[in-house]
């Protein structure tokens, strides 16, 4: 069955250090998602992407965010420069009709 | 904006037992979908069942079945015959569309299934 792939899946960082996500959704999907969940907390978006632009954000996919799709498989998320609140686990999503397949998700901590 | 809420933090049920997971949603917008996750220790988020605002019929997928109540905007889940392997969060989300919109998630119900 095809899945959502994510790398790494746990990655620490150090504050104010760059990083990015690396996702491959599913082949035939068509559009993309990047969601966060801070530990204990509820699953929140972050943005969506199709036809090679962003389609949809929220207020914390602020200008330290970044999406891209840099070829015709991964599709990535980038943090320019980490705060300790960026500390999440990351999720990566994919859809073609309405079911959205997630990845196992980066852990991400920053320290 | 539309609105998840789950007020049951956390739930047990007996293994071989049936258990209602509650979901109740907010939004204007005549056309949305509603969804639930399931979240093991593990992390993964795993998809368990979709309900588009204008089904019909509510959505099963094997044991589990969602109780679509649209004018009291609610979508609980049903899991009949809970399984030791069912332990784990539950998340109920909605989005706006057909589903290919953001997910808007609920905080979420903890299930614990004892033998």
């Known amino acids: 069955e095809p899945e959502v792939t994510q790398t790494p899946s746990h990655q620490v960082t150090q504050m104010g250090q760059e990083v990015i996500l690396r996702c491959v959704p599913i082949?035939?999907?068509?559009?993309f998602y990047w969601y966060r969940q801070i530990l204990g907390q509820k699953v929140e978006f972050l943005v969506s992407?199709?036809?090679?632009?962003?389609?949809?954000k929220s207020e914390i996919f602020d200008d330290q965010f970044s999406v891209e799709r840099p070829d015709g498989s991964n599709f990535t998320l980038k943090i320019r420069s980490t705060k300790l609140e960026d500390s999440a686990m990351y999720f990566c999503a994919s859809v073609l009709n309405y079911e959205q397949y997630f990845g196992p998700g980066t852990r991400l901590t920053v320290t | 904006a539309q609105k998840i809420t789950q007020t049951q933090p956390g739930m047990f049920v007996q293994e071989k037992e049936a258990v209602t997971l509650d979901c109740t949603y907010d939004?204007?917008?005549?056309?949305?979908?509603l969804f639930w996750y399931k979240q093991p220790s593990s992390g993964e988020m795993i998809f368990l069942i979709y309900q588009g605002s204008y089904d019909q019929q509510n959505a099963t997928e094997g044991r589990y079945s969602l109780n679509f109540q649209k004018a009291r905007k609610s979508a609980n889940l049903v899991i009949s015959a809970s399984q030791l392997g069912d332990s784990a969060m539950y998340f109920c989300a909605m989005s706006l569309d057909t589903g290919r919109r953001a997910l808007t998630f609920g905080s979420g119900t903890r299930l614990q299934v004892q033998p």
């Open positions: 939004t204007s917008d005549p056309s949305y979908g």
């Open positions: 992407f199709y036809n090679n632009e962003i389609s949809e």
């Open positions: 082949s035939n999907h068509l559009y």
